[in-house]
C-alpha cells in the first residue's frame, strides 16, 4: 500500500514539509506504508547538503533555505509539482542508483503521456531533459539543439528510506532559475511543459505523477529473502 496525499491546495512553506519530511522518516517502522506528498511551493531556492552558495547567483527577495537532500541548487515556486517520496528502499530491496533512475524513468513516461516523448536523461547530471533550441553556437555534433531541464530530483537516505523527491515544472515563472546555476551548471536552461507546448495543470499532472510512481513501485519485484 502507498498512500497519495495533496498537501493544502495553496503554495506550501518549503520549511513545512521539509520538517514533516524528517519527522515522518525517523518514526516510522518496518510497517509503515509508503506516502507521496504532492505539494505546490512558495518562492524558494533550495540549496543542497553538499551544495556550493557561490551557485546562487542572485536570490533577490527569494528565501535561500538549506536542505538536507543531495545535489546543488534549485528552485521551488508555484506552477510546480513537486512530489516527496517517502519510500522504504530496504523493505523495497532496491539501491539509490536504481531508485533514481526509477524516479527519472515515471518522469519520462508522464511526459510521454502529455506528448512530451523525446525527454531523456543527461549523463551525470540526475533530472529529465527535452531538447530545445540553442540560443548559442551549435554543439561539436553539428547539432543546433541542446538540452533543457525540466524535472529536478534530489533524494536523502536515513536509516534505510528516502525522502525529498521530484520537481516537474508544469506552467510557471522561469525567471528565478536565472538567479541561480540550476543544479550547479552555469548556464542550464530551465524549461516547463507550457514552454513546450503544453497545456495542462499542477493537479493533473501531479496526479498523473503519483499514479505512475504508485504503479511502477509496486510493480517492483519481491526482494529475495536473505538465508
Known sequence: MIVVKWWPRRPVPYQETFEAMKAFT???????????????????YTLGQAGKPEHVLNPGDIPLVKSDRGGQVTYHGPGQVVAYCLVDLRRLGIFVKEYVELLEAVVMGVLADYGLAQACRKPGAPGVYVPWPAVSAPSASGSDVELAKIAALGVKISRGCSYHGLALNVDMNLAPFLGINPCGYAGLRTVDMA???????????????????????QALPAPTPKP
Open 26 to 44: 525517523q518514526s516510522r517502522d518496518a510497517y509503515t506504508p509508503d506516502e507521496i506528498w504532492l505539494v505546490e511551493h512558495d518562492p524558494v
Open 195 to 217: 514552454a513546450c507546448g503544453v497545456s495542462a495543470t499542477v493537479y493533473n499532472v501531479g496526479e498523473a505523477l503519483a499514479a505512475r510512481l504508485v504503479a511502477t513501485l
